[in-house]
């Protein structure tokens, strides 16, 4: 890591890693034990965040700091061309109008973490528009079995579902089908509808996105580690914040966005529990 120097005058781009440099031993010991990335590359892809989107800097620092961990907990380096994570600043209304870093999963970080298991050997995701041939049907091996032909570019209409795929070794794959419908109402459970709006994400992503989630349910069970990501993601998405606690430890606070305060979960990395507890403020 390169070495810091002291400014003359204290820049916020200085606190910020100078504060970020106490949780170095944490860092080194979550990615060693999630990933095969150096301490100093993920430094230098958290400075590089922070320095291309300087509304970081105004974010709480509890937040922040909370993403950075969580991020180096799951492996996923953020704010990169890849897309594994992102670490987004979001102004909150409910919390004297200040601003919070989010921490969330890219389409691309939940295929990472699903290819980490042994059993898992493709994972496929498309959208299905209007125009395009698509059928589903159940066979008399109780599998679903399906046909999909994207139709042509100018005849392609709206989005009407998205499918997922996973390819396991056995030879037997994994699908699941979202209609436009219950994509839907996954929206309207986020506190962020608008990333699902094709003007927003002409990809789709988040619609492929929310189809492997769905699909990853089925998926073998040998690790933990993906579907407590996606669990992570799937509370923040849906008004949860990650926080430090008094002790340095990372923990979210789950509660519904439409300040609803019941079903208040705390979740500290390193166990795999979730017990019951009180929201920090």
């Known amino acids: 890591m390169s070495e810091m120097t002291t400014p003359t005058e204290i820049t916020p781009f200085y606190q910020f890693r100078t504060d970020l440099s106490k949780y170095e031993s944490t860092m080194v010991k979550l990615l060693k034990e999630t990933s095969n990335i150096t301490m100093e590359k993920f430094m230098v892809t958290v400075e590089n965040m922070v320095r291309k989107n300087d509304k970081l800097l105004e974010a709480d620092r509890g937040s922040l700091f909370a993403s950075i961990l969580t991020a180096a907990e799951f492996g996923l380096e953020p704010n990169t061309p890849a897309g594994l994570s992102w670490i987004i600043p979001r102004r909150d209304s409910r919390r004297g109008n200040k601003v919070f870093a989010e921490w969330q999963i890219g389409y691309q970080g939940i295929c990472n973490l699903l290819y980490r298991h042994p059993k898992i050997k493709k994972i496929i995701s498309e959208i299905v528009f209007t125009g395009d041939v698509f059928e589903r049907t159940m066979g008399d091996d109780m599998n679903w079995h399906f046909k999909f032909q994207p139709g042509e570019d100018n005849k392609r209409g709206l989005r009407r579902g998205v499918f997922a795929v996973i390819h396991l070794d056995s030879g037997e794959p994994l699908f699941t ?40 349910k089925l998926a073998p069970k040998g690790s933990t580690q993906a579907q407590s990501a996606i669990n992570v993601d799937s509370m923040i998405e849906g008004g949860a914040t990650v926080v430090l606690d008094e002790a340095g430890k990372v923990i979210i606070n789950k509660q519904k966005y439409k300040d609803v305060t019941k079903d208040k979960l705390n979740i500290v990395f390193g166990d795999d529990g979730v017990t019951e507890a009180e929201v920090m403020n």
Not at 188 to 216: E, F, I, R
């Open 177 to 216: 089908y979202l209609s436009s419908g219950e994509i839907e109402e996954i929206k309207a459970k986020s506190k962020s509808p608008q990333t699902y709006l094709q003007a927003n994400d002409p990809q789709g992503w988040m619609w492929k996105k929310a189809a492997v989630k769905q699909c990853s």
